[in-house]
C-alpha cells in the first residue's frame, strides 16, 4: 500500500475547481494589471505619434542629444504627461492584487471553514495549497508579465520627459517594473498573503497585515538590497574631475574619487586647494602632479543581470512564504 | 478486511496524551459508535484516522493497511466535522460539478438522484438551504465518491430529530448498499442500539470497550440482586458498575448467566454504555489481535 | 427491548392480523433500513430470527418470503408437541448436549426434513429418488 503523502493529480484538480470558483477574483488580478497598461499604452501611443520620426532617432541615438536638436522635441518635453505618477502608482499594484484578489478569498476560506470541505473530498493539505497558490501565482505572473512588457515599451520614450528616472531604469521606479521584477513582485505579495491570511483570520486586519509586510520588504529591497548589490564588482574608469557622472548616460555611478600617484585617495588638503582653483587650473593642477580622477560605475549592460538577481531573491522569498504557510497548516491543531 | 487497526496508539498535544496506548481491529462494514465524555479523545482519533494529525507513538492504518492521510487512504476516506463543511457561496449543482473535478469516481447520477429525492433544490445556494438540507447535502457529497470508511464528528448534533432521522436513514441505506464503514461520534446514547453494530468507548484518551455490538449485549447481563450481597458480587463474576437502592441492588456484570441469589435480564446497549461510562477503569476488549 | 426483536414483533402481528400471508415477500433490507434508519446488520438479525422461528426463509436471489403464520395448528395441538421438545431437550441435556448444541441438530434434522421427506434416513444434498449406488 503506498505511503506517498501527496499526489501531483490532485494538486492539479483543486487547481481546476479553484479556477472555477475565484474566477472573479482571479480576472481582477488580470484587470488590476490590465488597465494601468491600456493607460500607458495609450500614453506611449500618443508620445510616439507626437515626436513622429524622432521616436526611431530617439532609439538609435544613446544620448538622445541629437535628437534633441529636432523642433519636435520641445513641443513633446513641454506636453503634460503622466509619466512619473504612473509608474510610482503601478509599482504598488502587485500589493493591491494581493490585498483585494489575494487575502479576502483566503481569510473567508479559514473564518468559514470552507476550508474543512477539501477533506470531505479526500484533498490534503499540501494539494490544497499547491492548487490554491498555484492558480494564483500564475494568474499574477501573466498579469504581472504582460503590463511590465508594456511598460518597457512605454519607458522607451517616457523616461525622456521624466524627472524621477534620468538614469536609464536603474532608479527604483522603472526597475520595480521591468517584467521579470514585476513578477517577483507580484508572485512575493501573493505568497505573503497566505501565511498572513492563516495568522489573521479576519479579513481587514488581514490585509493590514499584508500591506505592513510588503511595505517593509519592499522599502529592504530597494533601498537596501539593491544598493548592496550594485556596490559589488563596480567597474573603473577615468571621469572629468570633479563631475559626479559615469562614462554613459545610462550607466549607474556609484562614486568618484581622486587617487595620488602611490594609489591612495587625495587627502581634504588637496580637495581643498583644488577647489579654489577654475576648471582648466584644475585639470593642469591634476595632470602635473600624477593626480587621477576615478569613477567607480556599474555598466548599463549589467542592468538586466541586476534585474534578474533581484526577481530571483523575491521568488526565493515567495518560496518561503508558501513553506511557511505549509508548516503552519500543520501546526494549527484545529486545522 | 480491517478497516481500522491501532496497537499502542498515542498523540499528545504539547504535554498532555489526548490518547494513550489505544489498540483497535474493527472489521469493515459496521457502523462503528465512538461514545465518551468530552475531552476524551474522540475528536483526535477522527482526526487522527483522516490523516489530519500523525500519531505521537504507535501504530495506525486504515482501509487494511494503508497509512492515514497518505493518497490512497485519502481515496477511501471522507471526514466529515461538526460544522458539516460546504461551500456555502456556491449553488448546489456548482457543488456537484466542483466534486465532480476533485474526485475522479464520482457518481453524478447517484448524487443528483438522492438529492432530487430528498427535494433538495439544484439552483439554490448552498448557504441558504435549511439546517438539515445542509446536513443532507453535505452527507450525499462525502457518499457520492463512494469512500470505504466515512468519519462522523458530531455532524448531526445541530439538526432537529426529524433532519436527523432523515440523515440516518441515508447513512444506513449507504451502509447497507455499499457495505460502507461508518465511525460516528455520537454523544445520543439511546440511538445507539438502533443504528451501531460496533461500539468503541473512549474515557481519558484510552480504550474502554472495543467490541461488537452483539457480542456486547450477549456477553453482558443487568443483574438485581440483595443489597447485602452486592459487595460480593465481584468475586463471582466481572461486575462493570453495582448500585444499591434501598435494600435492591443493581449491577451491571460481564457473564452470560446470573449468579445464585441474583436475577438476571438482557441489557440494553443504553444501560451498557452509560454503565461503563460510569466506571472509567473497567474494560471490555477483545482478546489478543491477530497478528499478520 | 431489542431493536430486531421489535421487528420480528411487528412481521408476528402483521401475520396475525392478515395483513401479511404465507408467500409474501418481506421488505428488502436496505428499503426497511432506508425507512426506519436502523442498522442493517439489525434488520438481517431480525430476518434470520424469524427464520429461526420458522416464520420466513430466505430464497438467495429472492428475497426472504412468508413460509407460514404463527399458530397454523391448533392450540391443543401445539401444546402436546412443546411437551414432546420439552423431553426431547431433557434427553439431550442429560446426554451433555449444550444449548448450541442441541440447536446446531434442531438446525440439521431441520435441514433434512426439507431435503429428506418423512422416510429420512437422506444425507442433506441428495434428491428424492436418487439410488444409493448413484447410478442414474
Redesign the interface.
Known amino acids: 500500500m503506498t505511503a506517498a503523502a501527496w499526489s501531483p493529480g490532485i494538486a492539479v484538480r483543486m487547481a481546476r475547481v479553484t479556477w472555477y470558483r475565484h474566477r472573479g477574483a482571479l480576472a481582477g488580478i488580470a484587470g488590476l494589471f490590465a488597465l494601468p497598461a491600456a493607460v500607458v499604452l495609450a500614453e506611449g501611443l500618443a508620445m510616439r505619434s507626437a515626436l513622429g520620426g524622432l521616436s526611431r532617432c530617439l532609439m538609435t541615438d544613446a544620448q538622445g542629444s541629437v535628437c534633441a536638436g529636432w523642433p519636435a522635441w520641445d513641443g513633446f518635453l513641454n506636453r503634460s504627461w503622466y509619466v512619473d505618477d504612473l509608474a510610482q502608482a503601478m509599482n504598488v499594484l502587485p500589493l493591491l492584487a494581493a490585498m483585494f484578489a489575494g487575502v479576502p478569498w483566503l481569510t473567508r476560506e479559514f473564518e468559514t471553514g470552507n476550508f474543512r470541505y477539501t477533506w470531505v473530498q479526500g484533498i490534503g493539505r499540501r494539494e490544497w495549497l499547491l492548487g490554491t497558490f498555484g492558480p494564483l501565482a500564475a494568474t499574477g505572473a501573466v498579469a504581472a508579465a504582460v503590463g511590465g512588457l508594456v511598460f518597457g515599451w512605454w519607458y522607451q520614450i517616457a523616461q525622456w520627459p521624466s524627472s524621477a528616472f534620468p538614469y536609464g531604469g536603474w532608479s527604483w521606479v522603472p526597475f520595480g517594473l521591468v517584467p521579470e521584477v514585476a513578477v517577483g513582485w507580484t508572485v512575493f505579495a501573493l505568497a505573503l498573503a497566505l501565511p498572513v491570511a492563516l495568522l489573521v483570520r479576519r479579513t481587514v486586519l488581514a490585509m493590514a497585515a499584508c500591506a505592513a509586510g510588503y511595505s517593509a520588504v519592499f522599502t529592504l529591497v530597494n533601498w537596501r538590497l539593491r544598493d548592496w548589490l550594485v556596490s559589488l564588482a563596480p567597474a573603473i574608469a577615468r571621469g572629468h574631475y570633479p563631475n559626479q557622472i559615469a562614462p554613459s548616460w545610462n550607466d549607474l555611478f556609484l562614486r568618484g574619487w581622486l587617487a595620488g600617484p602611490g594609489g591612495n585617495q587625495a587627502s581634504s588638503r588637496v580637495v581643498g586647494k583644488l577647489n579654489g582653483l577654475t576648471g582648466t587650473q584644475a585639470d593642469r593642477w591634476i595632470a602635473q602632479h600624477h593626480y587621477v580622477y576615478l569613477v567607480a560605475y556599474q555598466p548599463h549592460d549589467r542592468l538586466q543581470l541586476f534585474q534578474f538577481s533581484v526577481a530571483a531573491v523575491l521568488l526565493a522569498a515567495a518560496a518561503a512564504m508558501t513553506l511557511a504557510a505549509c508548516w503552519l497548516l500543520r501546526r494549527h491543531p484545529a486545522e | 478486511m480491517t478497516v481500522i487497526e491501532a496497537q499502542r496508539l498515542g498523540k499528545r498535544y504539547r504535554n498532555i496524551w489526548a490518547l494513550r496506548d489505544c489498540g483497535l481491529s474493527v472489521p469493515a462494514g459496521h457502523v462503528v459508535a465512538l461514545v465518551g465524555p468530552n475531552g476524551a479523545g474522540k475528536t483526535t482519533l477522527l482526526r487522527l484516522l483522516a490523516g489530519l494529525a500523525a500519531p505521537s507513538a504507535g501504530r495506525l492504518r486504515v482501509l487494511g493497511g494503508c497509512q492515514p492521510g497518505s493518497v490512497a487512504a485519502r481515496e477511501g476516506v471522507s471526514y466529515l466535522d461538526q460544522q458539516m463543511p460546504l461551500y456555502r457561496n456556491l449553488r448546489v449543482r456548482d457543488l456537484l460539478r466542483v466534486a465532480e473535478a476533485m474526485n475522479p469516481r464520482w457518481h453524478g447520477e447517484l448524487a443528483e438522484a438522492r438529492l432530487a429525492a430528498l427535494g433538495i433544490p439544484v439552483r439554490r445556494k448552498a448557504g441558504r438551504l435549511s439546517g438539515g438540507q445542509q446536513a443532507q447535502l453535505a452527507l450525499t457529497l462525502a457518499i457520492a465518491r463512494r469512500p470505504r470508511l466515512l468519519l462522523l464528528d458530531e455532524p448531526l448534533a445541530s439538526l432537529d430529530p426529524l433532519a436527523r432521522q432523515d440523515a440516518m436513514a441515508a447513512l444506513m441505506t449507504s451502509v447497507a448498499e455499499d457495505g460502507l464503514s461508518v465511525v460516528l461520534s455520537s454523544h445520543v446514547v439511546p440511538e445507539l442500539e438502533r443504528v451501531a453494530s460496533y461500539l468503541i468507548v473512549l474515557s481519558g484518551g484510552r480504550v474502554q470497550v472495543a467490541a461488537t455490538v452483539e457480542s456486547l449485549l450477549d456477553t453482558h447481563r443487568a443483574l438485581i440482586g440483595p443489597a447485602r450481597d452486592a459487595a460480593r458480587l465481584a468475586e463471582q463474576v466481572p461486575v462493570v458498575t453495582v448500585s444499591r437502592a434501598g435494600r435492591q441492588a443493581q449491577a451491571l456484570a460481564r457473564t452470560a448467566a446470573a449468579p445464585s441469589g441474583w436475577v438476571g435480564r438482557p441489557v440494553t446497549m443504553e444501560e451498557l454504555v452509560l454503565g461503563y461510562l460510569r466506571e472509567p477503569t473497567a474494560r471490555a476488549l477483545p482478546g489478543p489481535a491477530v497478528t499478520r | 427491548m ?2 430486531y426483536l421489535q421487528l420480528v414483533h411487528q412481521v408476528d402481528y402483521a401475520l396475525r392480523l392478515g395483513f401479511l400471508a404465507a408467500g409474501d415477500r418481506l421488505p428488502r ?2 428499503d426497511v ?10 434488520v438481517m ?1 431480525a430476518y434470520r430470527e424469524l427464520e429461526v422461528r420458522g416464520i420466513a426463509a430466505g430464497r438467495p436471489g429472492l428475497g426472504t418470503f412468508i413460509v407460514a403464520a404463527p399458530d397454523v395448528a391448533g392450540l391443543g395441538e401445539m401444546t402436546a408437541l412443546q411437551r414432546k421438545l420439552v423431553s426431547w431437550l431433557a434427553e439431550a441435556a442429560a446426554a451433555g448436549v449444550d444449548e448450541l448444541g442441541m440447536k446446531a441438530l434442531f438446525a440439521a434434522a431441520l435441514r433434512d426434513f426439507h431435503h429428506g421427506g418423512s422416510a429420512g434416513g437422506h444425507l442433506p444434498g441428495r434428491e428424492v429418488g436418487d439410488r444409493a449406488d448413484g447410478a442414474a
Open positions: 431489542p431493536t433490507i436496505k433500513t432506508r425507512s426506519l434508519a436502523v442498522n442493517p446488520d439489525t438479525k
